[in-house]
């Protein structure tokens, strides 16, 4: 790589970093830098992968104050099923082509958005038709164990929008807080990179140069959005996260 090429690549890094710990969408920018480089698809997806592991660890970092809000067993529930469904995609990665899987996700990222956009009302009706309606939810359903099972399937494949869904899964399932659903989507999904990242490091190519010029960019950007996620209106946030996610899967159709 020349030096402007070096200098992209970490810059997208940092962007990433950002937007895992914010909208969640840090591959819609990170993957096709490395792929304008010439970067084998494949070999990209790995690369990205491993080089954004940094940013969700420094964004887990930053989100510790919201991550303590959450009962500990229910974080390790979080981050143990991601990780198994990382396990699965990052297999499915390597052995499948990458059509497949492809052709699905815009509309899966599109059908999540919808879920975040909708997420308090669709609790709100929830609260309403329980027994006990003004208890919160703090235990996770059968529905969304699978939910982030599945999306742990996701971002071990591909990752672009897998923090949309995992928020959808999440907001959806239990009764936090945004905030402290970003912070935990954002260690469940270090969960699901680092599975995955330790599994392309051991039998896919790699482009390592490519990996360690977007880590040194994504921790500082994970940390930076940890902030950013933190100080947004709720409401506000949403939109973002869905006018992302919309980003996301109309690019990839």
């Avoid at 999306?151 to 990752?159: D, E, N, S």
């Avoid at 949403?238 to 690019?251: D, E, S, Y």
Wanted: charged fraction near 10%; proline fraction near 5%; aromatic fraction near 6%.
């Amino acid at each position: 790589m020349t030096g402007p090429e070096q200098l992209a690549v970490v810059g997208a890094g940092f962007g990433a970093g950002i937007l895992t710990s914010t909208v969640g969408v840090a591959s819609l920018l990170s993957f096709p830098v490395l792929i304008a480089l010439g970067i084998p698809p494949v070999v990209a997806n790995a690369s990205n992968t491993l080089g954004l592991l940094p940013g969700a660890l420094s964004g887990a970092f930053g989100y510790r104050r919201e991550l303590r809000e959450v009962p500990r067993q229910q974080v390790v529930v979080v981050v143990l099923v991601c990780a198994i469904g990382a396990i699965g995609g990052a297999v499915l990665l390597l052995a499948l082509p990458s059509k497949v899987f492809a052709a699905a996700a815009p509309w899966l990222i599109l059908f999540t958005c919808l879920v975040v956009g909708v997420q308090p009302w669709i609790s709100q009706w929830l609260r309403s038709r329980s027994q006990h309606p003004h208890d919160l939810r703090r235990s996770m359903s059968p529905a969304t164990i699978a939910g982030t099972a599945l999306t742990g399937v996701y971002g071990g494949y591909f990752g672009a929008g897998a923090g949309v869904m995992m928020m959808a899964v999440l907001g959806l399932g239990l009764d936090l807080e945004l905030r402290v659903v970003n912070g935990l989507k954002t260690l469940a999904l270090l969960a699901a990179n680092l599975v995955a990242g330790i599994i392309f490091l051991f039998i896919a190519d790699l482009n390592l140069h490519a990996a360690a010029l977007l880590a040194a960019g994504s921790i500082i950007g994970g940390y930076v959005g940890a902030h950013l996620g933190r100080r947004l209106p709720a409401t506000f946030l949403r939109i973002l996260i869905v006018l992302a996610g919309i980003t996301a899967a109309v690019l990839m159709l």
